[in-house]
C-alpha cells in the first residue's frame, strides 16, 4: 500500500517556532516500512508557503498536491495536541471533498481522549488508532487490504463507526520489549529541513548543530498526576529501552546524519537509576561527543548527585526539573507528585554545582485547592532555587485528568465548555493571562495579581543574571517591562 502521512504545523498563535522532527510519523513511517509499505511524510512545518499571506491556503494546496502526486490508498492524519485539530479536521475535509475514496486514518492523544465525540461529529475522519499506534497500524493494515468487508473488531487500539453505532476500543496491549521497535524512519525526512538559529542556544561545548534531535528512550509514566493525560496516550505501565539499544540510535544519527545535539521527550526519562546510568555510560564507552537536553521536565525524585553528574559528563547541557509547586499541600495531596521540597533544593544544589548545566524549573499555579498562601509558597520557593530559568503555568484542565474532572463537577471552569472541548483549540492556544480554573478560595483577580508577581519575580531574576553576566541590555521596551516588573515587585507580598 501507499500511505501518506501528514503532519499539522506548529499553531500560528503558539509562541515557540522551533519545532522538531515529527516523531510519531517518522516511527509510524519505520513499522510501516518494515511491513512492506510504501511510505511518503508531509510535515508541513517545513513546506515552503512563499508569500501567501494565510499559510493556511497554501498547507491546503500542498496536501492536494502531494496526494494528486503520490495517490496514496490511505491518509494518516496526526494530531498529536489540542492546537493541531483545526488544521487537522479541516485537511480531512479538503481531502474528502477532492478524493472522497481514499480513507483516512486519525491518531495522537487529543483523538484517543475525545475519540468518541470525534466520530460522532467529524463524518470525514474514518478510523481512530488510540494510543501507542505501531502494532495497531499493522494490523488495520492487514484487514483494510482485504478490502471493503473488512472485519476490524479484531484490532486493539482501532476506533470507528460500524453499522450506525461507534465502536470505542481503548488499547490494552502496549509494546511491552521496547527493544524490538523499529528506530525512527530517518531517510523519511530531509533533517536539514529542521535547522533553526541556534546560534543563542545554550552551548558549552561549543559544537556546531542546527537542530535537536527528539528521542524516545521509554514510553509512558507510572506517577498519574492530576494534571496530566499522558498515560492515556501511552498505557499505565512504565516500559523502557535497553541503554544499548538507546545508544545505538544515537551514535546511528550522530554518524549517518552528522547530529550532535539531541533532546530525550520521555515523559520519565530517569525513571531507573540503573538505565539511566547504562546510558551514560554507553555514550561515554564509544566517545559520542554530543550534547542533550530535557525539555519535557524530569522527576526530582528519580534524580540524585551521581546521577546529575554522570548525565553532565555524558553531555548534559540543559535539564528542567517538574517542580510544579512550592506547597506541599498542593504539590502531594493535590497533584499527588509525592516530592517533598528538601528534595528539591538537594537536586537543585546538585544541578547548580555544574556550572556547564542550564537549569530550568517548571511550575503550575491556580489549581483548585490553591491560596494565598500557597501561591506565596510558591513565589518564595522560586526566589531560593534560583535556577537559571522559571516557567509558572496557568493550570490547564486537559479533558482526561483528575483536575478536569474535579473542576467540572465543582463549577470551576471559568469560560469553558468541556462539551466542545473535542472541536476546541482554546487549552493549548493559551497565554499567561488566561485561566480556565477558578480556585476555590481565590478570586480571578487575585490570580491575576499572583501572575503579574510572578511575572515580575522571573524578569528580576533574569535582569539580575544578564547584569552578573556582564550583558548590557539596551532594549528600551525591555528596560519599560523592567521597570514596571520593579514597580510589581515593590506591591509586597500576595
Not at 547548580?352 to 509558597?377: D, S
Request: hydrophobic content about 40%; some cysteine.
Amino acid at each position: 500500500m501507499k500511505i501518506l502521512l501528514v503532519n499539522p504545523p506548529v499553531p500560528v498563535t503558539y509562541y515557540n517556532r522551533e519545532y522538531y522532527i515529527p516523531l510519531s510519523s517518522v516511527y509510524l513511517a519505520a513499522a510501516l516500512r518494515a511491513h512492506g509499505e510504501e511510505i511518503e511524510i508531509l510535515d508541513m512545518n517545513v513546506i515552503d508557503i512563499g508569500d501567501v499571506e494565510d499559510a493556511r491556503v497554501a498547507h491546503d494546496e500542498r496536501l492536494l498536491d502531494t496526494i494528486s502526486r503520490f495517490g496514496p490508498d490511505l491518509i494518516g492524519l496526526t494530531c498529536l495536541f489540542s492546537g493541531n485539530f483545526p488544521d487537522t479536521h479541516r485537511y480531512s475535509i479538503k481531502c474528502k471533498e477532492r478524493f472522497p475514496d481514499i480513507p483516512i486514518i486519525v491518531g495522537g492523544i487529543h483523538f484517543t481522549i475525545h475519540a468518541k465525540q470525534i466520530l460522532e461529529n467529524c463524518p470525514t475522519f474514518d478510523w481512530i488508532a488510540m494510543s501507542e499506534a505501531e502494532d495497531t497500524i499493522i494490523d488495520f493494515v492487514e484487514a483494510f487490504k482485504s478490502g471493503r468487508s473488512a472485519d476490524y473488531s479484531h484490532i486493539d487500539g482501532l476506533s470507528y463507526r460500524h453499522e450506525g453505532g461507534i465502536i470505542i476500543r481503548h488499547k490494552k496491549n502496549f509494546i511491552q520489549d521496547c527493544d524490538t521497535i523499529p528506530f525512527p524512519a530517518y531517510d523519511s525526512v530531509n533533517i536539514s529541513d529542521y535547522y533553526v538559529d541556534t546560534s543563542h542556544w545554550h552551548n558549552p561545548k561549543q559544537l556546531e548543530f542546527g537542530t535537536s534531535i527528539p528521542l524516545i528512550t521509554s514510553r509512558s509514566c507510572p506517577m498519574k498526576c492530576t494534571f496530566c493525560s499522558m498515560f492515556l496516550a501511552m498505557g499505565p505501565k512504565w516500559r523502557a529501552r535497553t541503554p544499548k539499544h538507546v545508544v545505538d540510535e544515537i551514535e546511528l544519527v550522530y554518524k549517518e546524519y552528522g547530529q550532535n545535539h539531541f533532546s530525550f521527550m520521555d515523559d520519565n526519562f530517569t525513571f531507573n537509576k540503573e538505565r539511566t546510568l547504562g546510558i551514560c555510560a554507553e555514550i561515554k564507552k564509544r566517545h559520542l561527543d554530543i550534547q542533550f537536553e530535557t525539555p519535557n521536565g524530569v522527576s526530582l525524585k528519580t534524580l540524585d548527585g551521581e546521577i546529575i553528574d554522570a548525565l553532565v559528563d555524558a553531555g548534559l547541557v540543559r535539564v528542567s526539573l517538574a517542580i510544579e509547586s512550592g506547597s506541599e499541600l498542593i504539590r502531594n495531596k493535590t497533584m499527588k507528585k509525592y516530592l517533598k521540597s528538601e528534595k528539591i533544593y538537594e537536586v537543585v544544589d546538585a544541578c547548580k554545582k555544574h556550572k556547564t548545566l542550564y537549569t530550568k524549573a517548571f511550575f503550575i499555579m491556580g489549581m483548585p485547592e490553591e491560596t494565598l498562601e500557597t501561591l506565596e509558597q510558591s513565589y518564595e520557593m522560586i526566589k531560593r532555587i534560583d535556577v537559571d530559568r522559571v516557567y509558572v503555568q496557568n493550570i490547564v484542565p486537559f479533558a482526561g485528568t483528575a483536575v478536569h474532572d474535579q473542576a467540572v463537577e465543582d463549577g470551576l471552569l471559568v469560560d469553558l465548555d468541556p462539551t466542545t472541548l473535542y472541536k476546541s483549540d482554546s487549552l493549548f492556544n493559551t497565554n499567561y493571562n488566561r485561566f480556565f480554573i477558578k480556585p476555590y478560595a481565590l478570586s480571578l483577580d487575585d490570580l491575576h495579581v499572583a501572575r503579574a508577581r510572578f511575572n515580575a519575580l522571573i524578569e528580576e531574576l533574569q535582569s539580575r543574571r544578564a547584569r552578573s553576566a556582564g550583558i548590557q541590555d539596551v532594549d528600551p521596551e525591555k528596560q519599560r517591562k523592567r521597570k514596571a516588573s520593579a514597580a510589581v515587585l515593590a506591591g509586597g507580598s500576595l
